[in-house]
């Protein structure tokens, strides 16, 4: 796929407002990605961020058992140890020129594993009877189904019952959120008989998680921005929006903010899928499904499933002629978000069950996975529906992404340069995450909190650092070591030339 890339000026300050700009920032040994710009100062020449789309691999699941059909979906996907955990709704949804039913059966909500991440299996759980059977993979009927977004709670005060927690409902089968808890990730009860959250739309994935940088509960969920939801006729108004909130339990919500953007549109959001990414978790990732009605047109009656389309028009018009797709955003403080304002995946070349309402619903949340390439690096699936709302079943296909490869700073062989406001890190050696061509190169400037280079860490001292790889070390002559540097605040000069450099991190040596 494409990558898709945003030009700033030749030097600009991007301080997030969140970050007092004066003081240097303590990062540790942490990662640090360039999905936001929070830590950049400038960017100089020929650099630019440049956002990188996910590569298209095969299908992971088709949902076409029994208790599952056209409108499974709202995944949640995460590494459980050995395992991978795949959560989904089952349902099957039939569209006529009346409307739309639930067809053959109500919502269930299911669990599939992996033990690679690629291939899945729906295992025997005996848990709810479907058409006179248990021989199911179906953990949840009832209330909660429409939506049921799980996750292993990572609170070190948890207790043992409650090591998996989920959100789920809506508002018309349950008044709200319910909160669920479970020892196993398989056996769930909820938390309290009433909802949790009850302010909001949540006819969307609504999710949350244990946020270690703030040491509570995030939530994360759909309302309506310039509307209200009526909770009689729950007829929305306004403009598809997500809103977040923040708990010490997982009962008692508050601090209740709609999500601000950097420099981004207004836009339709339908899911968000923000969790702190696996690798980094002081950043929030978000994928959510951007929404958009289009209407009829002559490029619309050319996109695939022209028949389908036009009978889940006459249902209503938005069935046949809105769009889907997945965009990018990251945070550090969860509300004030960094939105692409691209396609982070796009439809991608036209084939049946593709262009349409549903397709592009990315999963919660992107996951760590081999790679097919013998010898290469781990690298990051991300999963999203496809081919809904007619025939017998729709689909969940896996994408692949270079691990931190969300965003880069990129540079042509004329050469461009980023430096960082001050930091301080505790590491004892600088990593880097980076591709070149094999005439490109990559140099690190260490600065000191005013911008003059270090005496031993200059351009000009820097050994060049060319290749592909995830976690390469950086050198410079006379064996200078950034230990001496080791709290104190510096500043990063990255050089480039014909380079990507996707994310950076002080590490201890072994």
Same mark, same amino acid.
Do not use: C
């Given at each position: 796929m494409k990558n898709f890339a945003v030009t700033f000026v030749a030097t600009f300050l991007v301080i997030a407002p969140y970050i007092e700009a004066q003081d240097p920032v303590d990062i540790g040994t942490r990662r640090e990605l360039f999905i936001e710009s929070a830590l950049v100062e400038k960017i100089e020449g020929g650099a630019q961020f440049r956002m990188h789309s996910p590569v298209i691999q095969d299908l992971a699941m088709v949902h076409d058992a029994p208790w599952e059909g056209t409108s499974s979906g709202y995944h949640t996907i995460f590494r459980d140890g050995d395992i991978y955990r795949l959560y989904y709704r089952g349902l099957h949804i039939e569209v006529t020129e009346k409307g739309i039913s639930l067809g053959k059966h109500e919502p269930f909500y299911c669990m599939a594993e992996s033990r690679d991440g690629i291939t899945w299996t729906r295992p025997e759980l005996g848990l709810v009877e479907f058409d006179g059977s248990k021989k199911n993979n179906i953990i949840l009927s009832g209330p909660g189904t429409h939506n049921f977004a799980p996750f292993k709670d990572n609170n070190p005060d948890c207790p043992p019952e409650s090591r998996y927690k989920a959100l789920g409902g809506g508002q018309k089968e349950s008044g709200g959120l319910l909160a669920f808890q479970s020892p196993d990730g398989v056996n769930w009860t909820r938390l309290q008989e009433n909802p949790v959250i009850t302010v909001g739309a949540f006819d969307s994935q609504n999710l949350a998680f244990w946020d270690e940088t703030i040491g509570k509960y995030r939530a994360y969920y759909r309302v309506f921005s310039k509307g209200v939801t009526d909770a009689e006729t729950w007829k929305p108004a306004g403009v598809r929006a997500i809103r977040t909130a923040t708990s010490d339990d997982?009962?008692?919500? +508050?601090? !209740?903010?709609?999500?601000?953007?950097?420099?981004?549109?207004?836009?339709?959001?339908?899911?968000?899928?923000?969790?702190?990414?696996?690798?980094?978790p002081h950043l929030l990732i978000g994928l959510p499904t951007l929404y958009i009605e289009r209407g009829w047109s002559p490029s619309m009656r050319a996109l695939?499933? +022209?028949? !389908?389309?036009?009978?889940?028009?006459?249902?209503?018009?938005?069935?046949?002629?809105?769009l889907t797709e997945v965009q990018l955003m990251a945070s550090r403080d969860g509300v004030h978000f960094k939105r692409w304002n691209e396609a982070f995946i796009r439809p991608g070349i036209e084939r049946p069950g593709t262009w349409q309402y549903g397709h592009l619903f990315a999963s919660d949340h992107a996951v760590v996975t081999k790679s097919a390439l013998p010898g290469a690096s781990d690298e990051l699936s991300i999963y999203a529906s496809e081919s809904g709302w007619h025939g017998d079943s729709n689909a969940l296909r896996r994408y692949t992404l270079r691990l931190d490869g969300f965003v880069s700073v990129n540079a042509p062989m004329k050469g461009g340069e980023l430096t960082t406001r001050a930091v301080i890190f505790s590491g004892e050696e600088l990593e880097l995450n980076f591709s070149t061509s094999a005439a490109g190169s990559l140099q690190v400037e260490i600065q000191d909190k005013d911008g003059k280079a270090i005496d031993g860490f200059a351009i000009e001292d820097c050994h060049e650092v060319f290749g592909d790889s995830t976690a390469r070390t950086v050198s410079w002559k006379n064996d200078a070591s950034v230990k001496s540097l080791i709290g104190k605040p510096v500043r990063l000069r990255f050089l480039l030339k014909d380079a990507d450099l996707y994310s950076y991190r002080f590490v201890n040596t072994p």
């Open positions: 997982f009962i008692s919500w +508050k601090n !209740d903010a709609d999500l601000i953007y950097e420099d981004s549109p207004e836009m339709e959001l339908y899911t968000n899928q923000v969790h702190p990414y696996v690798r980094a695939p499933d +022209k028949k !389908d389309r036009e009978a889940r028009a006459n249902a209503h018009l938005r069935y046949g002629t809105a």
